[in-house]
């Protein structure tokens, strides 16, 4: 087998000191990693410093997805147990992990406050859980879903700083974390210079931490999430010089779509990884993400070469950057 597709060539050693714990208060002064596709230069930056590397002409791509207060503590028979939400039915049924799961028996009412959650129907790792109005619950007593590597438990704090500032549609269970380092004003200031600034929708489901557990890579599916292209972004995009996806999130639904050669809205399980060529976007801000992930294969894939990404990675670590979700930007540009 090409080691391209082997799994254990996208390894590498992390300080898990540098596992970003808190948000900064200052979204837009985290560092930057510039690095240059055509000669591989790498430079030091703060993000705000990401409009010197925008010109007029250019289109920036957000995914304006929310993240909702996916994960619930209820009682069950007394004891507590917790619903994690991974996907809306209709707006009086959802699916979701529960945990214990083998609690979870089809006909068990979860309590949680007022309230009664039926669990309607079970699945092999799931379970159908029907209540009217549901969302009201998880808005009222939902936590924020941070990531299993942030020890700590969600804040209020969280609420804020674990969302973007142009987060709008809710139904992610992870946020897009590419885009938590913009700003209002650094999103004025692109717009100002005459760069398009538009959104698509992608709703970032569970699958977002799902582990590869095949050796080959290719082998792996990815679990399918919503999207949307409204039409003004599509017709933007045909008619700029630049494309700059920001995250993985915004890059797979781009890619999928591929400039209407699939629906503009609808269910994608797009999995890119080395060996795929790019048609759609020509430059990519994303964060560091964790080994042998399915970002981590992405931006390989539009590197070129995991050898001079982990090189980078590498040198992150050197340096002090914060990795993962609450951490630093790395901006890929020709």
Not at 249 to 278: H, Q, V
């Amino acid at each position: 087998m090409n080691k391209i597709f082997d799994l254990d060539y996208y390894d590498y050693e992390i300080n898990e000191n540098l596992i970003a714990q808190e948000p900064l208060k200052e979204r837009d002064l985290s560092k930057l990693m510039v690095i240059h596709k055509s000669n591989f230069k790498i430079e030091h930056k703060i993000f705000r410093d990401l409009i010197s590397y925008l010109k007029k002409g250019d289109c920036i791509v957000l995914n304006n997805s929310r993240v909702i207060k996916a994960r619930l503590i209820g009682y069950l028979n007394d004891k507590e147990v917790e619903i994690f939400f991974t996907r809306a039915i209709n707006n009086n049924e959802f699916e979701g992990i529960g945990k214990p799961l083998k609690k979870f028996k089809k006909g068990s009412v979860i309590e949680v406050g007022e309230y009664k959650i039926l669990v309607k129907e079970v699945l092999k790792f799931k379970r159908i859980y029907s209540c009217e109005n549901y969302i009201q619950i998880f808005e009222k007593y939902g936590q924020i879903p941070l990531p299993h590597y942030i020890r700590r438990k969600p804040t209020k704090e969280d609420e804020i700083f674990y969302q973007t500032v142009y987060a709008q549609k809710e139904g992610s269970v992870a946020a897009p974390t590419a885009g938590l380092h913009f700003t209002e004003k650094l999103l004025e200031d692109i717009k100002n210079l005459g760069v398009n600034v538009c959104y698509i929708t992608l709703h970032v489901g569970i699958g977002t931490f799902k582990p590869i557990l095949e050796r080959d890579i290719r082998k792996h599916q990815m679990d399918y999430e919503y999207y949307e292209i409204p039409d003004e972004t599509a017709e933007i995009i045909k008619s700029s010089k630049r494309i700059i996806a920001v995250g993985t999130t915004t890059t797979r639904t781009l890619e999928f779509w591929n400039f209407d050669e699939n629906p503009r809205k609808g269910w994608t399980n797009l999995f890119i990884y080395p060996s795929y060529k790019f048609n759609v976007i020509n430059a990519l801000i994303t964060n560091f993400h964790p080994p042998r992930s399915t970002p981590l294969l992405l931006v390989s894939a539009f590197i070129g070469d995991f050898e001079k990404v982990k090189y980078a990675y590498m040198l992150a670590q050197k340096m002090k950057y914060r990795f993962y979700s609450y951490g630093d930007a790395m901006l890929i540009i020709d």
